[in-house]
């Protein structure tokens, strides 16, 4: 189910509202949490301490989740930005099996859809 993760984009005025480098090259680098985790009626959430991304350069994000009373598990893939649409499409493979997603991304936020075994899965994410 964690498979479709994907990255988000923080988005900056062009007002000056945000002065560093970061901010102006690439506002989209850092991580992000997962608000909100549904498949079908099941609430994802409560079976986890935690979900969340990580965009670590220009090409390169790590996916995070920790199951209650589990550990830690982590795994990388690799993404893409249109930084004019601010559209993002991101590649995992876990098990030997790839699986590429898009979403736009508007106010620093996203939302994933896909239907797993015919249940609708829709995650949210916002960044930290």
């Given at each position: 189910m964690l498979l479709m993760l994907l990255p988000a984009c923080s988005s900056t005025q062009a007002n000056g509202t945000s002065g560093s480098?970061?901010?102006?090259?690439?506002?989209?680098?850092?991580?992000?949490?997962?608000v909100e985790a549904r498949l079908g009626e099941t609430d994802l959430l409560?079976?986890?301490?935690?979900?969340?991304?990580?965009?670590?350069?220009?090409?390169?994000?790590?996916?995070?989740?920790?199951?209650?009373?589990?550990?830690?598990?982590?795994?990388?893939?690799?993404?893409?930005?249109?930084?004019?649409t601010r559209e993002f499409t991101?590649?995992?493979?876990?098990?030997?099996v790839k699986f590429k997603e898009g979403t736009k991304i508007e106010n620093g936020k996203f939302t994933l859809k896909k239907l797993i075994f015919s249940m609708p899965l829709i995650m949210n994410f916002k960044m930290k």
């Open positions: 480098l970061k901010a102006i090259t690439k506002p989209y680098l850092g991580e992000y949490e997962c409560e079976k986890y301490d935690f979900i969340s991304i990580s965009l670590l350069d220009d090409k390169k994000m790590e996916v995070s989740y920790k199951p209650k009373n589990g550990k830690k598990k982590t795994f990388e893939g690799a993404y893409e930005v249109n930084e004019e991101g590649e995992v493979g876990i098990l030997g």
